[in-house]
């Protein structure tokens, strides 16, 4: 079986903004058989991109459609003329667009982070083909220290020289993924960079850090609100992954999580923060289980 991807695009509409409206275009990667009934969408965190999940892809790929998008502003997709669409609604709009191109008529999810809070949003919409669900070390309530980390990196310009230069920066502020051999780090770091000069530079547009950083409190507890409810509503299975020593999702969370709404299974890693790459053998294991299981 071929063990890369094909890459493709698909057109969506920017929300409405300040300024005019506009298209842009969605990078999307696919493995496995695209006639396939069962279609697993993959959705990366805040700063990443789609072959985040090629090693989970590849276990996935002889029994399902796998699609992975690059969320707007990040990978090969495209830029937003207003820095203020990267949101939620933004994404999941870009969603539902992907979702009509793919023309099935039910998919399961994975997300990581905010890929899990996009597949929240989706699966929560009336007549939503979101059967299962896979949310990654992300729930409703997320901790304001682990926001305020991410936000001291996020948008910052860098220039690296080489890949393995990069790598080592990205370590620097993902040592919470937990252990990875060399080997691994540098499969998942090689897609974040574009080349820029006689080097590399991140592959996402730094101005997805507008939003993050200019959200207030007040709206952090609005956001907090319409996420529970939105959980709260679904009745789908769902899978709970958490690094015990996330600093995004408390056990506290977690556990809430598994008593009400769909009362999500939960599956912890020791020795693994914000988040779980999805790349060790045991955490592949712990989605495969869930998503082929009958």
């Not at 990581?112 to 059967?131: E, F, K, Q, Y």
């Not at 789908?236 to 299974?265: F, K």
Request: glycine share 8%.
């Amino acid at each position: 079986m071929n063990q890369s991807p094909r890459l493709n695009h698909v057109l969506c509409v920017d929300t409405p903004s300040a300024t005019r409206m506009a298209l842009h275009r969605m990078a999307y990667w696919e493995w496995g058989d695209p006639a396939s009934s069962h279609v697993v969408v993959c959705v990366h965190g805040l700063t990443r991109q789609g072959r985040d999940f090629d090693t989970l892809a590849r276990a996935l790929a002889p029994h399902c459609r796998v699609v992975c998008p690059d969320v707007v502003g990040r990978g090969r997709s495209g830029r937003l003329e207003n820095p203020l669409g990267y949101q939620l609604p933004q994404y999941v709009s870009d969603m539902v667009c992907l979702l009509a191109r793919l023309d099935v008529e039910a998919v399961d999810w994975v997300g990581t982070s905010m890929g899990g809070l996009i597949g929240l949003g989706v699966a929560s919409l009336a007549g939503s083909p979101v059967r299962r669900l896979v949310l990654n070390d992300v729930g409703p309530t997320l901790e304001p220290a682990s926001l305020l980390r991410i936000g001291q990196y996020l948008g910052q310009p860098a220039h690296w020289r080489t890949l393995d230069e990069a790598a080592d920066a990205m370590w620097q502020v993902s040592s919470s993924f937990g252990p990875h051999t060399r080997a691994q780090w540098l499969a998942l770091s090689e897609p974040q960079t574009v080349p820029d000069g006689d080097g590399c530079k991140p592959h996402y547009d730094p101005a997805i850090a507008i939003p993050f950083k200019s959200a207030t409190p007040e709206l952090a507890q609005a956001g907090q609100a319409l996420m529970w409810q939105a959980y709260d509503a679904l009745r789908i299975p769902t899978l709970l992954l958490r690094g015990a020593e996330s600093d995004l999702l408390s056990h506290a969370t977690a556990v809430g999580m598994t008593q009400r709404g769909p009362r999500a299974r939960l599956v912890e890693f020791a020795g693994v923060g914000h988040a779980p790459t999805l790349v060790q053998d045991d955490q592949v294991d712990a989605v495969r289980s869930f998503l082929l299981s009958p």
